[in-house]
């Protein structure tokens, strides 16, 4: 089982985004360190808590400061970007980082609606989504679907799709082009099982992926004692119920654990459900019956630790299981 990192530059309380995109780095170092197959960076717009809204300068950046471990978009939301601008990005990126970058795609505008039209989009722009996977993957692929336009770079890299997605939809595109798929059971785990056997039943091969490869993706929070990590998980679930229940107030504890206790803080709850909370051995034990209750071909989590020094341990802790050697 391979193991990756989604990351998105959390802003913590009292940093500036600075301060995230700079400990971004330490974190994919760890990573790398610990064995990670590869670290992702999710597109997301007028977060102030949320630092990796410049997906692919976020990858350049980390890129420069590591040596082999795998980078990409977790994702780029394509909606929000020309296919072509994309594929100029990340032919660029794979230019400079060969073999090391993967490109993530998904369907949302990881925005709110004035956010929507401050990106100069329209709320049908969502609607061309297969159409501009097909004309990216053209670009990449140097099999242009635009007669004379080609991406320079980017021409050719065959740089790694996968689709992502927290729907059937996703599942059924990605099994429709034949391209590997990643759910987002993270934070949106209520159609996690019924994605995978869309994606397994009715996956078309391609040439690229003869077969399917799903990578599915859960909280993580690690440390030396069950208490220590539930006091962390603790504070992770604050984090949201402040984030997504009071934005713009500033809310002690108790009033936390309140919204919490309400059917608006059941959500939040709900939302971490595939969280993996504990010890290195708990942790292992939880991310083990996940991908066997999912048939998974890689699980990627995201550190939900608040501080960035408990999310660097957390990784540190819980290294990738190692290969099985060939007989």
Known sequence: MKYSLLDIAAVGRGETPADALHGAV??????ERSGYERVWYAEHHNMPQIASA??????????AHTERIRLGAGGVMLPNH?????????????????????????????????????????????????????????????????????????????VPLYILGSSLFGAQLAATLGLPYAFASHFAPAALYAAVETYRTEYRPSAQHPESYLIVAANLIA???????????????????????????????????????SPAGSKVRDMMRHSAVGTPDQVHAHLTELAE????????????????EDRIRAVTLIRAPAPVPST
Do not use: K
């Open 26 to 31: 330490p974190l994919a170092q760890a990573a």
């Open 82 to 158: 020309s296919p072509l601008v994309i594929a100029e990005q990340f032919g660029t990126l794979a230019a400079l980082h060969p073999d090391r970058i993967d490109l993530g795609l998904g369907r949302a505008p990881g925005a709110d609606h004035n956010t929507m039209r401050a990106l100069r989009l329209v709320p049908q722009a969502s609607d061309a989504f297969p159409q501009d996977v097909l004309e990216l993957q053209g670009y990449l692929t140097g099999n242009s679907r635009i007669p004379g336009v080609r991406a320079t770079p980017g021409d050719g890299s065959n």
């Open 293 to 308: 209750q999912t048939g998974a071909d890689e699980l990627i989590v995201a550190p939900a630790a608040t501080r960035r």
């Open 223 to 261: 440390a030396s004692s069950s208490d220590e990590a539930h006091d962390q998980y603790l504070a992770s679930l604050r984090w949201r119920a402040q984030r997504f229940i009071a934005p713009g107030h500033e809310l002690t504890d108790p009033e936390l654990d309140a919204l919490l206790a």
């Open 54 to 63: 410049a997906t692919s300068v976020v990858i350049a950046h980390v890129a």
